[in-house]
């Protein structure tokens, strides 16, 4: 079961950013995907989420701003990430809760993180 993460990179204040995360391997079902991000010297946040069912949760800091999104084959979600600011500048990680074919429960896995940075 791999998570790849693309997109990010970096941007002035103000600007966008679109991310990408794809969920493959020997999948059974994927519940709840999202976003995460960890800032220098800090814990890793929620950004934002999304159900199988396409039900959305954000994080304050970000509502009205970016924009999470879920393919029909569900294994696929994107993050679009407008009027950004310097305090979103982070690396962002994809996750997915899922049931692969060799585990018995679910579990969340991880994508490597991709960086979003964006300057003042």
């Known amino acids: 079961v791999q998570l790849q993460a693309s997109g990010g990179g970096l941007v002035q204040a103000g600007g966008s950013l679109s991310l990408s995360c794809e969920a493959s391997?020997?999948?059974?079902?994927?519940?709840?995907m999202g976003w995460y991000r960890q800032a220098p010297g800090k814990q890793r946040e929620l950004v934002a989420t999304v159900t199988r069912g396409h039900s959305t949760n954000y994080a304050d800091s970000v509502k009205g701003r970016f924009t999470i999104a879920r393919d029909n084959h569900e294994n696929e979600i994107d993050l679009q990430m407008n009027s950004l600011k310097p305090e979103d500048t982070a690396i962002y990680y994809c996750n997915a809760g899922l049931k692969a074919r060799f585990s018995s429960s679910y579990r969340e896995y991880w994508g490597q993180g991709t960086q979003v940075t964006v300057s003042s």
């Open positions: 391997g020997s999948i059974i079902r994927i519940n709840t």
